[in-house]
């Protein structure tokens, strides 16, 4: 997606998080009362969109590196590694939320996985 602000900020989004700055930024430059002037905004704006798509791209990569390492020791290796680590550093509930975290996870990672490779 694209778009252009009424102030001349441009900006690429396709994530909730960009989407939410954007929004931000256009309910702030219609305020009558705006406090700082567009120049400022711009670059605040910007700044937070750059900081958005780099902290999405090494999400990106350490999903990839996670995927190369589960496919290299197999995710029984895995799971073993977090089961034993779990029970050393959490609570019963906690350790529950990281497996049902973690099922949903892979389960995304195959649906990803199957969609790309059709």
């Known amino acids: 997606l694209y778009t252009k602000l009424s102030s001349g900020i ?5 994530s909730n998080l960009e989407h939410f700055v ?3 930024a256009e309910r702030q430059l219609s305020k009558e009362e705006a406090a700082i002037d567009n120049q400022k905004m711009e670059n605040f704006y910007n700044s937070a969109l750059s900081s958005i798509r780099q902290m999405n791209s090494e999400v990106a990569k350490c999903a990839d590196k996670r995927e190369k390492l589960y496919t290299e020791y197999g995710a029984e290796s895995f799971a073993s590694w977090r089961k034993e680590h779990s029970s050393q550093v959490l609570t019963p509930q906690q350790q529950v939320l990281v497996e049902d975290s973690e099922e949903s996870t892979r389960s995304s990672l195959n649906r990803t996985s ?3 490779s059709r």
């Not at 441009?10 to 396709?14: F, I, K, S, V």
Request: hydrophobic residues 25%; aromatic residues 10%.
């Open 10 to 14: 441009n900006a690429e989004y396709g």
């Open 22 to 24: 954007m929004n931000e």
């Open 114 to 116: 199957s969609a790309e």
